[in-house]
C-alpha cells in the first residue's frame, strides 16, 4: 500500500516552454500533497504545500506564478513550470499524506532538464 | 529554530560491518521522526518512524532507530550493512503541528566496501 507514482520520469524541454508533472497516490487517498525540488547531492527543499480543494500554499523565496500547483482531486496533484529556464533545471519530488496520517508518501521524482 | 542536523556527510564501511548514522534534530517538543533512503535517481523509501512510545524502532531492511529525548537524537542503525545498502540516507523531522511538513537533514552518503 501507499503507493505514489510521477509522471513523466524525466523530461527534456527548451527554454521557455512549460513542463506539467503529475503526482498520483495510487492506493489512497491524499487530502495533502507536497512538492519538493532537489539539487544533485542535496537535501530536499519544500516548494509548496497542497491540499485538496484549496490553493496551494508556497514556501518563502518559491514563485507561485513560475511553479504552478493544482490539486483537483484527491489522488491527483499537478506542478507545472511554466517558462522553463536552465537554472530551473533539477529533480522534482512529490509526496502524498492521507487524511489523519503523518507519514509522507514520496513518489519516484521527475528529473526535468531545459536546455 | 526547528532544524535537522546530520553530521556525517558521507560514510563508507565494509560489507557486513555495522552501521550507525548520526541525525540530531531541534525542536521544543517531541517531534515525529523519520528515516528515508534515497537511491541514486529515485524518491525516497520510508525506513522507519517514530511517534511515540518504545524508544527503539524497527524498520525494514534489518534497520533499527533510538529517540533519545535527552540528547536529542535519532540515530539509524544497522548490524551487518550489505552491498545494497548503499545509498543516500535522510533524517527527518515532523513536528506534529505543521499539517505533516517535513524538515530534511542534509543527508549522509553510504558507499560499502566489499
Known amino acids: 500500500g501507499a503507493v505514489v507514482s510521477q509522471h513523466p520520469s524525466w523530461v527534456i524541454c527548451k527554454s521557455g516552454t512549460s513542463v506539467k508533472i503529475e503526482c498520483r497516490s495510487l492506493?489512497?487517498?491524499?487530502?495533502?500533497m507536497f512538492w519538493y525540488r532537489q539539487f544533485p547531492k542535496q537535501s530536499l527543499m519544500l516548494m509548496a504545500t497542497?491540499?485538496?480543494?484549496?490553493?496551494?500554499?508556497?514556501e518563502q523565496g518559491v514563485e507561485k506564478d513560475k511553479f504552478l500547483i493544482n490539486h483537483a482531486s484527491l489522488t491527483l496533484s499537478t506542478l507545472t513550470v511554466t517558462s522553463a529556464h536552465p537554472e530551473d533545471s533539477s529533480f522534482y519530488i512529490c509526496s502524498a499524506l492521507g487524511s489523519g496520517q503523518e507519514t509522507q508518501y514520496f513518489g519516484p521524482g521527475t528529473r526535468l532538464l531545459v536546455l | 529554530a526547528q532544524s535537522v542536523t546530520q553530521p556525517d556527510i558521507h560514510i563508507t564501511v565494509s560489507e557486513g560491518a555495522s552501521l550507525e548514522l548520526r541525525c540530531n534534530y531541534s525542536?521544543?517538543?517531541?517531534?515525529?521522526l523519520f528515516w528515508y533512503v534515497q537511491s541514486p535517481g529515485q524518491g525516497l523509501q520510508l525506513l522507519l518512524k517514530y511517534f511515540s512510545g518504545d524508544t527503539l524502532v524497527q524498520g525494514i531492511k534489518g534497520f533499527e532507530a533510538e529517540f533519545k529525548r535527552s540528547q536529542s537524537s535519532f540515530n539509524l542503525r544497522k548490524p551487518s550493512v550489505h552491498w545494497s545498502d548503499a545509498a543516500e540516507y535522510f533524517c527527518?523531522?515532523?513536528?506534529?503541528?505543521?499539517?505533516?511538513?517535513?524538515?530534511f537533514g542534509q543527508g549522509t552518503e553510504l558507499s560499502v566496501k566489499p
Open positions: 527527518a523531522v515532523g513536528p506534529a503541528d505543521q499539517g505533516g511538513k517535513l524538515i
Open positions: 525542536y521544543g517538543a517531541t517531534p515525529y
Open positions: 492506493d489512497f487517498q491524499a487530502t495533502t
Open positions: 497542497s491540499n485538496e480543494g484549496s490553493k496551494a500554499t508556497y
